[in-house]
Each structure stands twice: as structure tokens, then as C-alpha cells.
């Protein structure tokens, strides 16, 4: 019914850039919000950043200054600029939406993730 599907990611060294994109489909009323989450092995999964319908953004402490999010709403996507890399970012990363949906009779607003893709930084 929903899909989020992210892409990008991989193995970089410390310093360097990667971009994150992630794409929702479906029956999609309305986007309400879209972030990235990351999850470091044996770390609870955190907020890295997160852009709400008006464009309204917020980042973690440890992202503000190296990492940008930013969306295409035409598009239905939701992008994260990765800049100045450290090891610690090194996580996987999730695409996460707040979504309204149309079932047809009704509508439902929910939570949605994507897959996950890795990103490792790492000389």
C-alpha cells in the first residue's frame, strides 16, 4: 500500500560526502513530515534530521553544520546531504514518513519506514 524506498549510501572515507534519497509511493494523501533515523551497532536508533510539510527542519546536535535535508514534494522525496563525514556517523539509515493515506472510504495517518541502507565512514 505504502512504499518508502530509500537509495544511495556505501563506504566513504572520513571527510567526504554521501547522499541519501529515499521516495514514497502509494495512496498518499498528504506527506505530513519525513526524516532520517540512523542506528549505530548496540545504539537505540536516533533522529539525524527531520523536514515538516511547511519546510520546517531540525537536526541532532552531532548533524547541525555537515548534514542538509531537504524535499521535493512534486516527488514525493526526501533527501539527506551527508558533508564532512566522520567514523561515528557510520550507521544504517532509515527513511522514515508521516503520511496520510487514503483507503478509500477513510483516511489513516501513520509512520512509515523505509529499508535501511548502510552507510560507512572509514579510511
Known amino acids: 500500500q505504502v512504499q518508502l524506498v530509500q537509495s544511495g549510501g556505501g563506504l566513504v572515507q572520513p571527510g567526504g560526502s554521501l547522499r541519501l534519497s529515499c521516495a514514497a509511493s502509494?495512496?498518499?494523501?498528504?506527506?505530513?513530515?519525513m526524516g532520517w533515523y540512523r542506528q549505530a551497532p548496540g545504539n537505540q536508533r536516533e533522529l539525524v534530521a527531520v523536514?515538516?510539510?511547511?519546510?520546517?527542519?531540525n537536526y541532532a546536535d552531532s548533524v547541525k553544520g555537515r548534514f542538509t535535508i531537504s524535499r521535493d514534494n512534486a516527488q514525493n522525496t526526501v533527501n539527506l546531504q551527508m558533508n564532512s563525514l566522520k567514523p561515528e556517523d557510520t550507521a544504517v539509515y532509515y527513511c522514515?514518513?508521516?503520511?496520510?493515506?487514503?483507503?478509500?472510504?477513510?483516511?489513516?495517518?501513520?509512520?512509515?519506514w523505509g529499508q535501511g541502507t548502510q552507510v560507512t565512514v572509514s579510511s
Open positions: 522514515n514518513a508521516d503520511l496520510t493515506l487514503d483507503l478509500g472510504w477513510n483516511t489513516r495517518r501513520g509512520a512509515y
Open positions: 502509494g495512496s498518499i494523501v498528504r506527506i505530513n513530515a
Open positions: 523536514i515538516t510539510s511547511g519546510g520546517s527542519t
